[in-house]
């Protein structure tokens, strides 16, 4: 027992002192092979501890190891520009001036309502609240709101086309009928459902409507009352 805890003190020690090292980013937003050498090193820490048949040299081998490496990829991140997009991945600009990318999205392996997610978690309702948004390498998000996003997201919109596909509860919740809203895309010109990349309503009718391909519309259903 007692030697087991004086293995486990000296891998604590080890680990406190290598993460000291590793920087703060280690500790905070981490790069994708960051997070890769933290998880590495957690499983190659437990393995000395647990087992006390394993000399507890070859824990701390394997560890420093892996520390090592991650000092040359940092190496790598900080003075070789091309490399570093590979090894830690680039910003993905997902909401532009002609409103959503979903090349990068689908590049993220993200679809429209994560990006309505990400963008509620900031604080903005309205696709058409921000002229820029876009996630981290790491994957943090950010967006950059329209002088007026305050008055562009007066009530909550509903996700009513998501890639092609109705979402039937937001429909519901309208209390208007599907008939209805392909009769309003028939006179944007869009006959075909799959073509819509997203289509949301608010609560005063006001609409955010973007075709694949093509630049996002803002119009007015022109109701006469707010119906949530």
């Given amino acids: 027992m007692g030697l087991l805890f004086i293995r486990t003190t000296i891998v604590f020690i080890a680990l406190l002192v290598l993460m000291r090292l590793m920087g703060k980013r280690q500790i905070g937003e981490m790069q994708p092979y960051e997070l890769v050498v933290t998880l590495i090193i957690a499983e190659l820490a437990c393995i000395p501890m647990a087992d006390p048949s394993i000399p507890l040299s070859y824990g701390l081998i394997t560890i420093l190891t892996v520390f090592l490496l991650h000092q040359i990829v940092c190496l790598i991140d900080l003075n070789f520009a091309k490399l570093k997009a590979v090894v830690a991945g680039v910003p993905s600009v997902v909401i532009n001036k002609n409103g959503i990318d979903d090349t990068q999205l689908k590049k993220n392996n993200l679809d429209v309502s994560d990006l309505i997610e990400s963008l509620r978690i900031e604080g ?7 002229d820029y948004a876009l996630y981290e390498a790491e994957g943090t998000f950010s967006a950059l709101p329209k002088k007026n996003y305050q008055a562009l997201q007066t009530s909550l919109p509903l996700l009513l086309i998501d890639e092609g596909k109705f979402d039937e509860k937001n429909i519901a919740l309208t209390k208007k009928t599907k008939g209805y809203y392909l009769d309003i895309l028939k006179k944007r ?25 093509v630049k996002y519309e803002v119009f007015d259903l022109g109701w006469e009352k707010t119906l949530w």
């Avoid at 903005?124 to 921000?130: C, K, S």
């Avoid at 869009?190 to 694949?212: F, P, S």
């Fill in 124 to 130: 903005y309702f309205a696709l058409d609240a921000v």
């Fill in 189 to 213: 010109n869009c006959k075909d459902i799959k073509r819509v990349l997203a289509m949301t309503v608010d609560g005063n009718g006001k609409v955010y409507l973007q075709k694949k391909g």
